[in-house]
């Protein structure tokens, strides 16, 4: 089973949508299984990340902008790629270090997720964006008792 969840961005930020996955696990039935997402775009990533506090998401996105500074930035003018804007490449580079696609174990129709984990899409550009993350719901095998 595979939905596309939408959302969208208004500059560099962490989205959650631990809810939207799992509301969607819940309304496909899901048993056991696991679950992949992927962004659909290449300057904007996915993380599991802390959830509980949000100076996380604050310290992350400084800590992607200290790598890869926003802008015409003058340590970033070694750059070719800038007729999306002086914004994009350095968007590219951090969904470079960052992954773009996740794979999440699923159990009871609930996502194996730790305590304090959420999935964040990481919206790297300045411009508002309306970004896409398709996922993919593959239920596991049913195991036989006494069968190998």
Known sequence: MNTVFTI???GPACHELTRDVAGWLRDIGAGKGLVTLM?????ASLLIQENADP???VDLLGWLDRIAPPGNHPSMGWLRHTLEGPDDMPAHLKAAVLPVSL??????GR????RW???YLVEHRTAPH???VAALFMPSEPMVPGVS
């Open 117 to 119: 984990q959420g999935i």
């Open 55 to 57: 100076d996380v998401q």
């Open 8 to 10: 969208t961005t208004n």
């Open 39 to 43: 962004v659909q775009h290449t300057s």
């Open 130 to 132: 309306t970004r896409k």
């Open 111 to 114: 996502m194996m997720l730790g």
């Open 103 to 108: 794979q999440i174990p699923v159990a009871d």
